[in-house]
Each structure stands twice: as C-alpha cells, then as structure tokens.
C-alpha cells in the first residue's frame, strides 16, 4: 500500500494513503539498518511503502502499519543534527519550494544562519522565497535595516516579501506563491510561523507563545513535522503547507568544501574568473572573489558565512548558533 507522510511525531508517521486512510505507522526494525544516517529516516513529504499490521488469525490490529520502503526523493531540505553532528535531520522530502520566515527584532535572525539555509536549498535546488516577518513592530532604523537586507538578498536573486502575520500586513502577496505547491516552512523559534499559518489557513489554530522575556528568544510552540493543507484557488493541484518546529541553528551537512562555492550565486558568477579553477576564495593571487568582496560586489556577511561553511567539516568548529 503507497501513501504519504503528512506527520512526524518523532516516535510515529501519520501517512495518509493513496484511498484517502490516515494510519499511524512506525518503522520496521531492519529498515534503520540500510545506512541511512539521519535522525529521521523518514520525512514528512516522503512517498513510501506501508503493510498493515497483522496479528493472529489474519485481524489487523487497530489502524496502525509498518513503513517498509521510501520511494526515491527529488529533493530535501537537511541540516546538520544538533545532538549527534555526525548525523543529519531532513526537514522534509519533495517540497516545490521553501519560506524561509526572519525577523530583523524579537528575535534576531542572523545572516549566517539564512545563508546557511539558502545554502542548502541550493544544493537541493529547492526554490526559497525569504519572507520578513513583523514588519509592523520595526521603527524607523529597523526598518531601515530590514530594507537593506531585502536589497542585499534581491540582489542576489531571492525573492523577498515584507509581511506581518499579527496584522496580515503583505499576506496578500504571499498567498498566490502557495498555490497548488508544496511548501516547507521554516525559521528560528519566535518568528511567528505558527502565527502566519493561523491567518493563512482558517480554523486551523495552531498554538503560539510569547518570546522569552529573559533572552527575547522564541519558544517551542511546534514540536513535530506537519503538513497542512491550504485552500487552492488557482490551481487545481492541491496546496500543503509544511510546519517544522523552530531551530537555533543550521549546521551543513554532507558538503564538500570544493561545492559549497557554487551554492552562493553571486560567489560562483565571480568565481568563473578566479587565476585557479580550484581556487578556494581564501587566500588565493588573482582571486576575483575576493577582490568582488573588496569592491563590494559581494556583501561582506556573505563572504563570512561562506568562509564558516569551510569549516563545517571540523566537527570541533561546529557551533550550534549557526
């Protein structure tokens, strides 16, 4: 029996099959065994094989299944897992692109961990869009600095949208770009993912909290993988959501240091007429990356997160903050 994953609890997946059942399954022992090194081995989005759990006497028990098999993915979003660094964490299998939600206050969102994140998408070759949430709480200076981000990254060829989930400020702008797609949404905790899929799906009233006062951080209010259903008046393909709990940091995983030059856009156009075709972009003669950073061609935030992407392969100079 085929069906998809449309909930990751941690312990169990919600997979909803091809004749419309929604079944609790859980993984065969055996299955974790076939090198698949990830926290999760099975992700939302994920296009799998179930078999009914059958008990004595031909009766199937309940409604619950064993995961047997997963079709082949056409493309993911992976991090790096905090606890065990050595193993990765698939936010979630076959999306049609991702909103990345930052915040430029309450919290912070850095560069490093957006380019961090649109790193990895590239190397997916999952389309982002960047949405800046809380636009309606900056003053003048943030939001000052909130336009120069937005500049700084259409720049580069990311579209951008400035929005507030609270007030609904610029969702007119963001619901068309959900329709008939399948949509991961992610971001730090606190900046308001649970809030934005409340104005965008009506009735479905996912829980919020406040940031923490003591470090003006978010909380966990998700705590699994969920995909959730959109109205699709556009299109005739259905529309889904991906909520994912909110995360501290985005450790790289599985990059070669050679590759990670071609996951930032402006980095690789410049790259093309560096004196060495191995060129690192470090310390090289005749860099044009480099001499682009400089000339300020390329913005000094992304040239750092590429140099502490260089690193990743250290365990030892992994940070969690990234």
Not at 225 to 245: G, H
Not at 289 to 296: K, R
Request: neutral net charge; contains cysteine; charged residues 20%.
């Amino acid at each position: 029996m085929k069906g998809l994953v449309v909930k990751n609890t941690g312990s169990w997946y919600t997979v909803r099959t091809d004749d419309g059942q929604l079944m609790d399954c859980k993984i065969k022992g055996n299955f974790r065994l076939k090198g698949i090194r990830s926290t999760n081995p099975v992700a939302v989005g994920d296009r799998v094989t179930v078999s009914r759990n059958e008990v004595r006497g031909g009766r199937y028990e309940d409604n619950t299944a064993f995961i047997t098999e997963i079709d082949d993915r056409r493309n993911y979003i992976v991090r790096k897992s905090i606890n065990l660094s050595k193993q990765s964490h698939i936010l979630a299998a076959n999306v049609d692109q991702a909103l990345l939600i930052v915040t430029v206050a309450n919290p912070l969102t850095s560069t490093t961990f957006i380019d961090r994140f649109l790193a990895s998408a590239e190397a997916y070759r999952v389309p982002v869009v960047l949405v800046f949430n809380k636009s309606d709480l900056l003053d003048a200076e943030l939001q000052h600095y909130q336009q120069m981000m937005v500049q700084l990254y259409e720049g580069i060829g990311y579209e951008c949208l400035q929005v507030s989930a609270a007030t609904g400020l610029g969702l007119d702008r963001l619901r068309p770009l959900l329709d008939g797609k399948i949509t991961l949404l992610s971001g730090n905790s606190g900046v308001g993912k649970s809030t934005l899929i409340n104005q965008l799906v009506p009735g479905v009233n996912l829980r919020t909290a406040e940031l923490s006062e003591a470090h003006n951080a978010g909380q966990h209010t998700t705590t699994f993988s969920e995909m959730i259903p959109l109205p699709s008046p556009l299109s005739s393909l259905p529309s889904y959501l991906i909520d994912t709990p909110g995360i501290k940091g985005f450790g790289t995983f599985d990059m070669e240091p050679e590759e990670i030059s071609g996951y930032f856009k402006e980095i690789f156009r410049f790259s093309k007429d560096c004196r060495f075709s191995n060129c690192t972009h470090t310390h090289e003669p005749g860099c044009a990356v480099v001499q682009a950073v400089e000339n300020h061609y390329i913005a000094q935030s992304r040239y750092q997160s590429y140099l502490s992407m260089l690193q990743d392969k250290d365990e030892s100079k992994y940070r969690e903050a990234y």
